[in-house]
């Protein structure tokens, strides 16, 4: 071609190109359009061709009545046949992503493994420094010594690791255990700055619970008094009665005494024989070894004792005359013997027949084989047999006198058995043993 050719041919053809693709074919490839020299490749896809996937092979006229027999949705699958779908993993086949550590020393030398992997919020991870854990405690100081066998040394170069187990095998205390143990943490650090300026009832338990276990109590004695004040006022209140491990682990005895003769009078028994607090809460959180055994046992002793003076009394009015009147009175007096006599007899059976009707009244009658079966409270139980209504002699109008009717007032059994509930209660035993003295001892001293 010459150059005045060149110069004359446009640069792009504008006359349409004539298509070789039947008009009534719709089945016959598309070419792409050409402009001269270049040629456009259109951006969409042919119609009725799923981009990535083969065209439809050829059918035969008895393929394709089969294939109209069938439903739309099959006729689709059948036409475009789809590979089965690899299943994804769920969530809970995911790992759940290592923690980022909680820094209580940045340069420390030591991650501490705190709970398990199915804790609530997963396991915890602390970074802290070896030599400050063997300072406070000596039990991080046996299980960091070579021979404790307690941490890992995966190589030269990596950390040591420790791995903090949760002995109630319970995942629900583990979260409570970290923010406990990082207050522990902080004043093994000497991190004062961090430390809370006050602890809920909840937090003081697990403060307790991480201080007994690891022996840490010395370390928090200096903070303590501002933690446990607020909740000196209610110590005896219902949901405090787990402060009877504090005082265990801090050496607090006065309050621990107080505690459990609270519940010997105040706690009661469900049908299973456990201990209730009372607002009827079962005592099952976190409480000193041996203590709830001691104070069933002790408030069962107690109710035995108020029983067998209630019984004892009915078979003394049983076996003879015990108004007062006819013992106090002398030949000397008004009153002829034998009409006191008659007077002593009437007074005892209107006792004996009204207090049966009321320990009748109270379950309680016939006599109990034991105390077993005796759910309220020590407290309770007490009141309802001092308040029993005990039906003594009177005079009739004619004859009588305040004198000799106060005498037959006197009388009365059931201000006798209220005086010896009274004496019970006061010298009931306790329930702290001689274990839990000796440990409060130790633990109050450091």
Same mark, same amino acid.
């Given at each position: 071609m010459t150059d005045s050719a060149?110069?004359? %041919?446009?640069?792009? @053809?504008?006359?349409?190109?004539?298509?070789?693709?039947?008009?009534?074919?719709? @089945?016959?490839?598309?070419?792409? =359009?050409?402009?001269?020299?270049?040629?456009? %490749? +259109?951006? $969409?896809?042919?119609?009725?061709?799923?981009?990535?996937?083969?065209?439809?092979?050829? !059918?035969?006229?008895?393929?394709?009545?089969?294939?109209?027999?069938?439903?739309? !949705?099959?006729?689709?699958?059948?036409? *475009?046949?789809?590979? =089965?779908? +690899? &299943?994804?993993? !769920?969530?809970?086949? $995911?790992?759940?992503? &290592? =923690?980022?550590?909680?820094?209580? @020393?940045?340069? #420390?030398?030591?991650?501490l493994l705190v709970g398990t992997a199915s804790s609530?919020?997963? %396991?915890?991870?602390?970074?802290? +420094? !070896?030599?400050?854990?063997?300072?406070?405690?000596?039990? *991080?100081?046996?299980?960091?010594?070579?021979? #404790?066998? *307690? *941490? %890992?040394l995966k190589s030269a170069a990596a950390a040591k690791q420790l791995t903090l187990a949760n002995d109630n095998n319970n995942d629900d205390d583990d979260d409570d255990d970290v923010e406990a143990l990082v207050v522990v943490l902080n004043v093994a650090h000497v991190r004062f700055r961090d430390l809370p300026s006050v602890l809920g009832f909840r937090q003081l338990v697990q403060l307790a619970r991480v201080c007994g276990g690891y022996e840490t109590v010395a370390a928090v004695r200096p903070f303590l008094p501002d933690w446990t004040k607020p909740f000196e006022h209610a110590v005896l209140q219902p949901g405090y009665e787990e402060w009877l491990y504090v005082a265990w682990t801090f050496g607090f005895a006065q309050a621990f005494a107080a505690i459990a003769r609270h519940l010997i009078l105040h706690a009661t028994v469900d049908d299973e024989g456990r201990c209730v607090n009372p607002a009827g809460k079962l005592l099952d959180g976190q409480f000193p070894p041996g203590i709830l055994n001691n104070i069933l046992e002790v408030r069962y002793k107690v109710i035995c004792s108020i029983l067998r003076r209630c019984y004892s009394l009915v078979d003394a009015m049983i076996e003879g005359n015990t108004c007062r009147f006819s013992a106090m009175s002398s030949p000397s007096q008004s009153t002829a013997e034998w009409e006191r006599a008659d007077e002593a007899s009437k007074c005892t059976h209107l006792m004996h027949g009204s207090m049966v009707r009321q320990l009748k009244l109270l379950d309680l009658w016939p006599p109990l084989p034991n105390a077993s079966t005796i759910r309220q409270s020590v407290f309770q139980f007490a009141n309802n047999l001092k308040n029993l209504q005990i039906i003594t002699w009177a005079r009739p109008r004619a004859s009588w006198t305040v004198e000799e009717d106060m005498e037959h007032d006197r009388c009365s059994v059931g201000k006798v058995l209220a005086r010896q509930i009274e004496v019970i209660l006061e010298n009931m035993p306790s329930a702290v043993s001689q274990e839990h003295i000796s440990h409060m001892k130790v633990q109050a001293s450091k």
């Open positions: 060149m110069d004359t %041919q446009p640069l792009f @053809d504008k006359t349409p190109q004539t298509s070789t693709r039947a008009i009534n074919d719709p @089945d016959a490839p598309r070419k792409a =359009p050409k402009h001269g020299n270049l040629v456009f %490749q +259109s951006r $969409h896809p042919p119609q009725n061709i799923t981009p990535g996937r083969k065209p439809p092979a050829a !059918s035969s006229p008895a393929a394709d009545r089969q294939l109209s027999s069938l439903p739309r !949705s099959q006729q689709l699958r059948s036409v *475009w046949p789809s590979k =089965p779908r +690899s &299943r994804g993993k !769920s969530l809970d086949e $995911h790992a759940r992503p &290592r =923690p980022e550590p909680i820094t209580i @020393d940045a340069a #420390g030398d030591l991650t609530p919020r997963g %396991q915890k991870r602390l970074l802290v +420094s !070896s030599h400050a854990l063997r300072r406070v405690s000596p039990v *991080w100081r046996a299980m960091l010594s070579p021979s #404790g066998g *307690w *941490w %890992q």
